[in-house]
């Protein structure tokens, strides 16, 4: 089975989140994304990935949204009866980068992992004061 992954999100979030991952592991037909703009419905997104859904039956489609809880992934949970749609909810970066470069579809325990990956590489980042002189930052 193909894997197909949708980046969903309010504003340009989507389009930003596809560019950087893209600056990293080039350009990837397998990945594709969607902004709701103000004033406008999550229904026309919706619309497109349930149509995607039933054209390729025989591809895996994982869509990533921004937010948990927010009117764009509330919007997707429509379509998670569909058997080849998995919805994400909290997108990040390397979240996004394991899922697109994980070969093939993925079983909801692979999906999990990445998960739990993406989880595991964010760190509060915290520099120590030093004494000016530059030697210490790294």
Do not use: W
């Not at 379509?79 to 997108?91: C, E, H, R, S, V």
């Not at 979240?95 to 579809?105: D, E, R, S, Y």
């Amino acid at each position: 089975m193909d894997k197909k992954i949708i980046l969903v999100s309010h504003g340009k979030l989507s389009a930003g989140m596809l560019h950087s991952v893209q600056m990293i592991v080039g350009k990837n037909e397998t990945i594709s994304c969607m902004g709701m703009l103000p004033g406008e419905h999550y229904q026309p997104m919706v619309d497109a990935v349930e149509q995607q859904l039933k054209d390729h039956p025989d591809t895996q489609y994982i869509v990533v949204a921004d937010l948990l809880g927010g009117s764009v992934c509330n919007g997707m949970t429509t379509l998670t009866g569909y058997p080849n749609m998995k919805l994400i909810a909290g997108m990040n970066m390397g979240l996004v980068i394991n899922l697109l470069l994980a070969p093939g579809a993925l079983s909801d325990q692979e999906i999990d992992a990445k998960i739990q990956e993406a989880k595991d590489i964010c760190h509060r980042v915290v520099l120590e004061e030093n004494d000016g002189d530059g030697d210490d930052f790294f």
